[in-house]
T-cell receptor
Framework: KQEVTQIPAALSVPEGENLVLNCSFT??????LQWFRQDPGKGLTSLLL?????REQTSGRLNASLDKSSGRSTLYIAASQPGDSATYLC??????????????FGKGTSLLVTP | DAGITQSPRYKITETGRQVTLMCHQT?????MFWYRQDLGHGLRLIYY???????DKGEVPDGYVVSRSKTENFPLTLESATRSQTSVYFC?????????FGQGTRLTVV
C-alpha cells in the first residue's frame, strides 16, 4: 500500500521568505504526483501535476520537483505572501493501485505566512 | 456550469438515519471517487467507480453504499449514520492524469 508522508506538518514563516515543503512516498512505481492547495473550509485546488517521466513543473512562484527513484517530491514557494497561507497536500497516483488509480494523499503541511 | 458539484454543502443528521450525498460531474469522466477528510487522517478513499455500473471499495468502505447508474452521477449513501461518520466528504473525477475535486460536503452526525 502506498504511504505518503509530508514534512513538516505545520510551518510559519515571515512574508518574503522562500520555503520548501516535502513529500515522500513508499512505492516508486507511480503514474504521477499532484500538489494541491486547500483553504480552510474549502475544496482542493490543483497546483501542479508532475508525470512520472518528468523531473519538475513550474507555475509562477511555485516549483515542484520529483525524484521518483528516492520517492520524494518538493514544493518550492518563492517570495512567500500572506495569501499563500493554506494547507498544501501532496497526492500520488500509483501504478500498482488496486483502487482505480485513486490518489493517495499525505496529511498535508499547514502553512502560515505572516506579514 | 462545467465542473463537479456536490450537494448538500452542509448536512446535520441524527444517528441511525439514512443520508445521501450527491456528486455530479459535467465532463463525462470515466472515474469517480469518494473521499473523507478527517483531522489526523488526511483524505481516505471510501469508494470509487471506473464507469457506469462499475464500483468498488476503497480504504474505508464500511457503513457506506454507492451506485452509479449514470456516468455523471455518483451518490454516496450512509445507510445508518454514526457519529464516527462525521467528516468532510469530497467527490472527485478523472479521465487521464488530473483529478478534479468538488467543494466538499460537511456532514455532522448528532
Amino acid at each position: 500500500k502506498q504511504e505518503v508522508t509530508q514534512i513538516p506538518a505545520a510551518l510559519s514563516v515571515p512574508e518574503g521568505e522562500n520555503l520548501v515543503l516535502n513529500c515522500s512516498f513508499t512505492d516508486s512505481a507511480i503514474y504521477n504526483l499532484q500538489w494541491f492547495r486547500q483553504d480552510p473550509g474549502k475544496g482542493l485546488t490543483s497546483l501542479l501535476l508532475i508525470q512520472s517521466s518528468q523531473r519538475e513543473q513550474t507555475s509562477g512562484r511555485l516549483n515542484a520537483s520529483l525524484d521518483k527513484s528516492s520517492g520524494r517530491s518538493t514544493l518550492y514557494i518563492a517570495a512567500s505572501q500572506p495569501g499563500d497561507s493554506a494547507t498544501y497536500l501532496c497526492a500520488v497516483r500509483s501504478l500498482n493501485s488496486n483502487s482505480g488509480y485513486a490518489l493517495n494523499f499525505g496529511k498535508g503541511t499547514s502553512l502560515l505566512v505572516t506579514p | 456550469d462545467a465542473g463537479i458539484t456536490q450537494s448538500p454543502r452542509y448536512k446535520i443528521t441524527e444517528t441511525g438515519r439514512q443520508v445521501t450525498l450527491m456528486c455530479h460531474q459535467t465532463w463525462s469522466h470515466s472515474y469517480m471517487f469518494w473521499y473523507r477528510q478527517d483531522l489526523g487522517h488526511g483524505l481516505r478513499l471510501i469508494y470509487y467507480s471506473a464507469a457506469a455500473d462499475i464500483t468498488d471499495k476503497g480504504e474505508v468502505p464500511d457503513g457506506y453504499v454507492v451506485s452509479r447508474s449514470k456516468t455523471e452521477n455518483f451518490p454516496l449513501t450512509l445507510e445508518s449514520a454514526t457519529r464516527s461518520q462525521t467528516s468532510v466528504y469530497f467527490c472527485a473525477s478523472s479521465e487521464g492524469p488530473t483529478a478534479f475535486f468538488g467543494q466538499g460536503t460537511r456532514l455532522t452526525v448528532v
